[in-house]
């Protein structure tokens, strides 16, 4: 049975339209940026369904493997935009030729977002990423340190508390549920937009928020078709009201 869902393409398609939309006429869609957090909701979702449906299946998931596919899925990409981007720019912008290296450096080990963190310049997102490009890495870096916390965390609940699957997963859900509304509690009002803004930490929320929806669809016992609707539906809704808003 495919795996493939209709719905996440659908939500991945608002996403990125609210993005290029925001970075191209801002005035339009100010709040089109949010669509970075609806990948990261999406993100948290689909990596929690993919290991799950490895370990319902095998009784087991191996970390490595998973390590070894997003390496195949990402950096051959990676690497063609970075050089693509390195050798274009340092052409077109040489005077924002060290910063653009530094940051495709950092792109490549996964931790440009922590090199905005303590830049100052990064405080004018709009500004400096004219002058910059390669600051866009900064949401990879996020999602790619998700990568490696989130199935080791997955990995050692399963071993050390043995639960069947649908205990397993309720418990679970719980565990992602508080530990989200503390993180969004504690990091949504930071003082620093860096911290908050670029911080795998402060972003940790919208990615667990994914996983718990994941655990909630599971628990639904409703047509496979029609849970796929109200999530696309609902998603739909929240994209709406969110990127609208004021």
């Known amino acids: 049975m495919s795996s493939y869902r209709f719905d ?9 339209i609210a993005v290029i939309v925001f970075h191209s006429a801002n005035s339009l869609l100010p709040n089109g940026y949010l669509g970075v957090d609806i990948f990261f909701v999406i993100s948290g979702f689909i990596i929690t369904k993919n290991l799950s449906e490895i370990y319902l299946k095998n009784g087991k998931f191996s970390i490595i ?9 990402i950096y051959p990409l990676l690497i063609l935009v970075v050089l693509i ?6 052409i077109i912008l040489e005077s924002s030729i060290h910063t653009i290296f530094l940051t495709g450096g950092y792109s490549l080990f996964g931790i440009s977002n922590i090199l905005f963190i303590f830049n100052e310049d990064s405080n004018r997102y709009l500004q400096e990423i004219v002058r910059n490009p390669l600051m866009h890495t ?30 397993f997963a309720s ?16 990091f949504t009002d930071q003082i620093n937009f860096s911290n908050s803004f670029y911080s795998p930490i402060a ?4 990615i667990t ?18 849970s796929n609707y109200l999530s696309y539906i609902l998603f739909s809704f929240l994209i709406l009201l969110v990127i609208f808003s004021s």
């Open 203 to 206: 972003r940790f929320w919208e």
């Open 8 to 16: 996440i393409d659908v939500l991945r398609a608002f996403a990125v």
């Open 138 to 167: 900064w949401s990879l870096g996020i999602e790619q340190q998700f990568y490696i916390v989130f199935p080791i965390i997955l990995a050692l609940i399963i071993k050390f508390y043995k639960f069947r699957f649908i205990n």
């Open 209 to 226: 928020a994914g996983s718990a929806f994941y655990f909630i669809s599971k628990n639904i016992k409703v047509n496979s078709k029609v």
């Open 65 to 73: 493997n998973f390590y070894v596919r997003r390496i195949k899925r």
């Open 85 to 90: 981007s390195l050798i274009s720019l340092s």
């Open 171 to 186: 418990w679970f859900f719980g565990l992602l549920t508080v530990l989200g509304l503390a993180n969004f509690l504690f």
